[in-house]
């Protein structure tokens, strides 16, 4: 059973810093792209940032030189190091798999979600 479990969101100041983690089990991590996604209130949920087994990355524009994301396969887990916050970064962040293994097919998984909030 896949399972994503995102951790390390909360309350912070603008121009502030964050660091999300999210642990993965039931896949085979190092075959995985990994992502992070969000959602602000009213929205659609949206892509924040990708990242393959190696080190190739993809960011959104709106996040460009201020989010890293990056991964740990010892541990199943990839983060997204948020820097420069801004109050329209608040959003509830998803961390996402993709993977075409179990069908051959591209299937996603999301975790629960966790809560940024961007004060100004």
């Known amino acids: 059973q896949v399972q994503l479990v995102e951790s390390g969101g909360g309350l912070v100041q603008a121009g502030g810093s964050l660091r999300l983690s999210c642990v993965a089990s039931?896949?085979?991590?190092?075959?995985?792209?990994m992502g992070w996604y969000r959602q602000a209130p009213g929205k659609q949920r949206e892509l924040v940032a990708t990242?393959?087994?190696?080190?190739?990355?993809n960011y959104a524009d709106a996040v460009k030189g201020r989010f890293t994301i990056s991964r740990d396969n010892t541990k199943n887990t990839v983060y997204l190091q948020m820097n420069s916050l801004k109050p329209e970064d608040t959003a509830v962040y998803y961390c996402n798999t993709r993977t075409t293994y179990f069908s051959g097919r591209p299937e996603d998984y999301w975790g629960q979600g966790t809560q940024v909030t961007v004060s100004s």
């Open positions: 990242i393959r087994s190696g080190i190739s990355s």
């Open positions: 039931g896949v085979i991590f190092r075959l995985n792209v």
